[in-house]
């Protein structure tokens, strides 16, 4: 099983106390793959959104236009149907709505030929979370540049 991750969303694991992890298929438009395939692509502002009807839409992910896709480019911003089984969007919306928690893209990748998207069901992260963490991470990175020393 191959796997090629096309980009990920750093931002939230900084944001965001990540709770569970979901695959997503996504539902493009060819140009939108060819420019995947060239990496550029923005998950930094994504979200996920669900209708009425159940369904879950990827919202504010960025891909660029295709450069040799002319009259048939694809819009920028806009939003893309994420393909999950019904047990999958009923966990997710149970998050959202009873626990008021968020939604958001983690990576996006090929898998087998076939474009995936993580998403996360997260809690956001307070101030003195987000410091707590930095230290934490300050005071490995320091053990482990003290270890590599010796």
């Given at each position: ?34 420019s995947l395939r060239s990496g550029k ?88 979370d987000k410091r707590a963490d930095s230290k934490e991470k300050t005071a ?11």
């Open positions: 099983m191959t796997i090629k991750i096309i980009a990920s969303n750093k931002s939230a694991f900084h944001e965001y106390e990540v709770l569970d992890r979901f695959e997503a298929g996504i539902e493009l438009q060819g140009t939108e793959v060819k692509v923005n998950l930094s502002d994504g979200w996920v959104g669900f209708t009425p009807k159940g369904e879950a839409w990827l919202k504010q992910v960025h891909i660029s236009p295709y450069s040799h896709g002319n009259q048939f480019n694809h819009h920028e911003n806009r939003e893309r149907r994420l393909l999950l089984h019904k047990s999958e969007l009923a966990k997710l919306i149970d998050a959202v709505e009873k626990k008021g928690l968020t939604v958001v893209p983690l990576k996006i990748y090929f898998k087998e030929g076939w474009v995936k998207v993580e998403v996360a069901v997260a809690r956001g992260k307070k101030l003195h490995k990175r320091e053990l482990a540049r003290a270890f590599r020393g010796r």
